[in-house]
């Protein structure tokens, strides 16, 4: 998984109003759920980030490992949840998550299909149905993209979740998930129904 590091500053007015002229002045307020935890839970650090300083992160298809700077004390964490404005899209809220070699993490990896597949030669059309799957594993084996191998796939033939897997991971995903399928178009079906006479 590769890295990107992003500047923070730690955030001392949390109010609404706060919040606001953060978000005026380009800010996204953010926050890191660390490794030390309390009664509550894990610890919470609010700070924020500059809308080109998340950028890169979140407009990509990639996986990304944070190194986290705020205010020159640098944590290793993942991005957990993002909130976007529902009319402007633009960015409201980052969650971050700290994480450490020895504990396992969950992250959503992007599929990647490979290979032609038998049913889209027998003129069928491949469909990626979940484009993300959940996974458990140490941050460090976490692949960028989950690779899946198409080409014994047939016509009218499915690839779930149950039938997947990849060393080092656990996926979360329901079993019976339909991860990819190749769908039969009307001119497959025509060539199955001259071939069936």
Do not use: W
């Amino acid at each position: 998984m590769k890295s990107i590091e992003i500047k923070g500053t730690v955030r001392t007015d949390l109010g609404k109003k706060g919040t606001r002229e953060l978000r005026k002045s380009n800010g996204v307020p953010c926050v890191l759920y660390g490794v030390k935890k309390d009664e509550n839970g894990p610890v919470a650090t609010h700070f924020s980030v500059t809308v080109d300083g998340l950028r890169k992160l979140v407009y990509t298809p990639n996986i990304y490992l944070v190194n986290l700077d705020i205010d020159g004390t640098v944590v290793t964490a993942i991005m957990k949840d993002i909130q976007f404005h529902p009319v402007t899209d633009a960015i409201l809220h980052v969650d971050f998550l700290q994480v450490e070699e020895n504990k396992p993490i969950v992250m959503e990896v992007p599929v990647q299909l490979e290979g032609l597949a038998e049913g889209v030669r027998a003129g069928g059309k491949l469909a990626l149905q979940i484009r993300k799957l959940k996974v458990k594993a140490l941050y460090n084996a976490i692949p960028e993209r989950l690779v899946i191998d198409v080409t014994p796939l047939g016509l009218g033939k499915t690839i779930k979740v149950g039938e997947l897997s990849y060393e080092g991971l656990e996926l979360i995903n329901a079993k019976e998930a339909v991860v990819c399928a190749v769908k039969l178009t009307r001119a497959a079906r025509g060539a199955q129904a001259a071939a069936g006479k």
